[in-house]
């Protein structure tokens, strides 16, 4: 009968009991951890099967109204386990349907975190997926909440049954993103450790070539006398913050903004009869004939490109310091990860980061991930960029029984002239699995463990640190960390 009844839930849409923040969840398929390790390659190894679910909920639009929104949360298929929440805030999309939750949009990324262990909310933000109006892009206040409310969501959606087999979750939290999600990321960060620290504690986060200098190095960059192929980056935005400073940058029209030529496409863009990349493709069609290159700035008016340049209190460059990102000082460990040779999100802006967050006394840095001899532009950043931060989440992860069982609490497991040995008291000892994965969540080894003294011999494993997992009988697992020198 029970099997029935999930196999039902599983076909329908599932409701949600009345709650502040969840409104409801809609399944959407299963994906094999199989096939979760073929969307890399090959190059991770998911650990679970993974449900995937379209969830709405509450969360306030960019005036502060209660608003519905949509995300993608992916939970791995795991019945005796807690795992670690994790936050994937997604790059910059086409439009409106295209977002995580209708599984386009970058939807794999959450999906490979959830194969290795992670319960993933991807939110679509305000104004995209099922949520109306105009979406605000670049706008760090409504990336935060949609961000945080959609983990409340999840949290609710645990507690209260809302997904066709239950689900638990640790106190750990995770966050993440690439491009405009590099940036959402850290505004989520930020929000969660300055506002939300009773609530959520972050584990760790790993902000991606984001642009978190709005005001400075984006300007500096994407205004200047290079080109610049995404140019309909900047109209989008324009867009966006007419609709959230309603009475500032709101009351300057268009055009007065942009030349009389770029109108067109832009408000077709704006009443969404076209998407960003239609728009950008008029757009450097339309620069390339006027001017013979593809620089941004060639489509503001004088008056505008001026004020931006020089006049840090025009209403719009206020909008853009508002929307800077990088002047605090995080608590958890943070890396955030760039290529040199990006071609849309400047590298600058973490440096300027790092530098200005260790001044603030944080040990946040910026790790590069191309070199001289294999630079990587903003799309090839994205694997090197992300392997890294799984790297780096991996390192913190641990995923525990659903009833806060910790198998073997005085056990001693370490690595020994190339021997992994396993220590356990004599009374507390029962057989058990144990299986070592490398933090890219590849198996490494797996064996049963029959003595409360055992040691194997892991001479071929590479050096490094290791996640690993002990299963009894009644599929409890603990997990712990080794590291081989």
């Not at 994906?31 to 679910?53: H, N, P, R």
């Not at 940036?183 to 070539?209: C, G, I, K, Q």
């Not at 980061?353 to 070199?371: K, L």
């Not at 890219?440 to 050096?463: C, F, H, I, K, R």
Request: proline share 5%; glycine share 8%; hydrophobic share 40%.
């Amino acid at each position: 009968m029970r099997l029935f009844t999930l196999l039902l839930l599983k076909l329908s849409f599932i409701t949600a009991v009345s709650s502040q923040t969840f409104e409801n969840a809609e399944y959407l398929r299963t994906f094999t951890a199989g096939e979760i390790s073929g969307i890399t390659l090959g190059l991770i190894t998911a650990q679970f099967d993974v449900d995937v679910y379209k969830v709405t909920y509450h969360t306030p639009d960019q005036v502060g109204n209660d608003h519905i929104a949509s995300g993608l949360v992916c939970i791995p298929l795991e019945e005796n386990s807690q795992f670690p929440l994790a936050c994937f805030q997604h790059g910059t999309v086409a439009g409106r349907e295209d977002v995580p939750s209708n599984l386009q949009g970058g939807f794999e990324l959450p999906l490979v975190l959830a194969g290795l262990g992670y319960v993933v909310t991807s939110p679509d933000y305000v104004g995209l997926g099922d949520s109306p109006g105009v979406h605000p892009y670049i706008h760090a206040a409504t990336e935060a909440s949609a961000g945080l409310d959609l983990l409340r969501a999840t949290r609710e959606m645990s507690a209260d049954g809302g997904a066709a087999q239950p689900f638990g979750l640790n106190e750990q939290v995770f966050v993440t993103g690439y491009s405009q999600g590099g940036h959402a990321a850290m505004a989520l960060h930020r929000s969660l450790e300055l506002d939300h620290a009773a609530e959520f504690s972050v584990t760790a986060a790993a902000p991606m070539s984001g642009p978190y200098s709005v005001s400075g190095s984006m300007v500096d960059f994407t205004l200047g006398d290079e080109d610049y192929g995404t140019v309909s980056y900047l109209a989008w935005l324009f867009l966006g913050y007419q609709a959230v400073y309603e009475s500032s940058v709101g009351q300057i029209p268009l055009e007065d903004m942009f030349k009389t030529e770029y109108i067109a496409p832009i408000n077709e863009f704006k009443n969404e009869n076209i998407t960003l990349w239609d728009l950008n493709g008029q757009l450097v069609n339309i620069l390339q004939a006027n001017t013979g290159s593809v620089r941004p700035k060639d489509m503001l008016t004088e008056n505008i490109l001026n004020i931006i340049l020089t006049d840090p209190t025009h209403p719009i460059s206020v909008a853009l310091a508002d929307n800077d990102v990088y002047d605090w000082t995080p608590s958890a460990p943070t890396i955030m990860y760039y290529c040199e040779a990006d071609d849309q999100v400047t590298f600058q802006n973490a440096i300027l980061a790092e530098q200005v967050m260790q001044a603030n006394g944080s040990t946040a840095r910026a790790e590069r991930m191309d070199s001289d001899f294999f630079p990587q532009d903003h799309g090839g950043c994205v694997i090197p960029a992300s392997r890294a931060a799984l790297d780096f989440f991996n390192g913190f992860r641990n995923i525990l029984s659903s009833n806060n069982v910790v198998l073997f609490e005085e056990a001693k497991i370490y690595v020994s002239d190339n021997y992994l040995i396993t220590d356990i008291p004599q009374q507390d000892f029962e057989p058990f699995q144990l299986q070592v994965y490398s933090q890219m969540g590849q198996n490494m080894l797996n064996y049963s463990v029959n003595e409360a003294l055992s040691s194997e011999d892991v001479s071929t494993l590479p050096n490094g640190i290791y996640i690993v997992n002990l299963i009894n009988n009644e599929g409890i697992v603990t997990t712990s960390k080794i590291t081989k020198f």
